[in-house]
């Protein structure tokens, strides 16, 4: 008998996972404040999300898994209160938004996984800017690898290759095979020697390539150099009041040595650098002269009290408050092949992680002086331009003619829209990734305005959710024609129904993808994969379909390690 999953709060989010949950076949009841039409009234409690009453009637006793999908923190932590209260031993899927309270609750609690869209969403977001039109990512060997779908059409250079021939290249992951005429798994495919047709699908991991932060290093300081320009932008106020001290320094200098021909330069430069600051020394050069000379100096000391003071505050205000991190950071826009994120929230700082990671240049443009995620970007060594996106101006102080891309991740969408069409003015051939709240109509707005990609970090993210309920700890998912995928490794053991069998044979028999396996610590792919013997202390990562999760779910749970290892978005 299939867990009952449990769907607390049944908002935009929630409602997609109660529906996905249910596409796979699970038992998933919801749980909603309000009357949801369409659906029977045994699938949806009504009620107050955090009574135990509501909980109790949605079978909270029994159920194996509980996803709090709300957008309210605070309401999700008040009813997991409630269900561990009622139920001691669920498993709590939690979206929250605050990670720190998520790291937190998933090392004080058992068998709690807090749940950030942005965090799932942000590699996708990256990859799409770096070109490879990603549909989604797969860890895999402590690295990030891009997911896409290669399509097989009549021009395709694997049209007639055989499936086998694509299989042992170690920088290449098959994730999944949709033949276009019949029905066949990727391992029978292969052993009966298919060749790709027109029509058919495949779901490919590829290994990221990594810029070298090595070669990057040497351009840093010429970077540096070369973008001082930008001091006339943030430095001018200071730079002009400092020539007018200097200036008045200088003419009164030069006025008391030409009226006493016997006062030598040093002490006229002395004495007017002391009367002008009020420091005082050498009186005497005014006090021997003329009336004239002494109202000349008088006036001085009135001039110079005003530039002083005028200087001193914007010395002061430059180094002391933000202005000479603006300019260091001005200083440091890459000059070329860098990536424009705007909007400094936590999708947009997972997107700046993302790229960092890999050894891309990325530069940050924030309205906001006193974000809270500031110091986190450039703590990361990214500099953040502090202006509006949506001005010209902004977008070309990131030097965003050179750039290869930019991302519009703020948390607005009629601004990301505002700020990619700036953009686009500016460079119509830049490459411009938008974020869009609202799913059902990204799509439109990818089309009317010719975005290359238009991303919702809650509809990639959704799956996701509906893959952690089934078990484990998800790191991703995946979605094809309607099929919920998790990648996930599994430990052997002699309860294990894998036990004994090869992972050719397991794969037939259960439906999944095996991607490799470590044995006797080390790490087994390509055509040595398939005829490895699982025994006890093996572990093999595969990806396999949510509808057959329930040939593991009857191992007994400490004896199952499900680890997701890869994350697909394949239904946008």
Known sequence: MKPRIIVCGLGRTGYKIFKLLGQQGADVVGISDRPMPGERKDDIIIGNLRSATTL???GIREAQSIVLANNDDGLNLAILTQARVLNPRIRIINRLFNETLGDRLDTTLRDHVSMSAPALAA??????????KAIGQLQLFDRTWPI????????????????????????????????????????????????LQVGDRLIIGTQPKTRSNRRLRPRKLLKVLSNFRQFGHY??????????????IFMATLTYT??????????????SVGMITGAGGKE????????????????????????????YALINDFILGSRIRQFWDAARVPSRYHYIVCGLGELGLYVIEQFVEQGYEVVAIESNPSNRLLNAARSLGVPVILEDARLANALKAANIDTADALIAATNIDTINVEISLCARG????????????????????????????????????????????????????????????????????????????????????ADFVPLYVNAEGRSVQGWDLLDVQLLTGYTVYLTIPATRLDQLWRTPSPEFILTVTGALSLNE
């Open 123 to 132: 590699p996708t977001f990256a990859f799409a800017a770096l070109g490879n």
């Open 258 to 271: 030409f009226v006493n021909f016997h006062t030598s330069l040093v002490d006229a430069f002395y004495f």
């Open 235 to 248: 430095g001018r106020s200071v730079t002009l009041v400092s020539i007018a001290l200097l200036a008045t």
């Open 284 to 311: 005497e050069v005014a006090e021997n002269g003329p009336e004239g000379i002494k109202i000349f100096t008088a006036i001085m000391m009135i001039v110079g009290a005003g530039v002083v003071g005028i200087c």
């Open 426 to 509: 500016l460079r119509p051939n830049l490459p411009v990734i938008v974020r869009n709240q609202d799913p059902e109509f990204s799509l439109a707005v990818q089309q009317v305005f010719g975005f290359e990609t238009v991303l919702c970090p809650n509809e990639l993210a959704t799956p996701a959710f509906a893959a952690a309920a089934l078990g484990g700890k998800i790191l991703g998912n995946g979605m094809t024609d309607d099929l919920l995928w998790v990648a996930l490794a599994t430990l052997i053991t002699s309860e294990h129904p894998f036990y004994g069998k090869t992972i050719r044979e397991a794969a037939k028999e």
């Open 56 to 58: 109790i009637a949605a």
């Open 148 to 195: 896409h779908e290669e399509i097989v059409d009549e021009n395709h250079p694997w049209l007639y290759r055989p499936l086998s021939a694509l299989w042992d290249n170690r920088s290449r992951m098959l994730i999944y095979y949709l033949p276009a005429t019949g029905e066949f798994d990727l391992i029978t495919a292969m052993e009966e020697g298919k060749q």
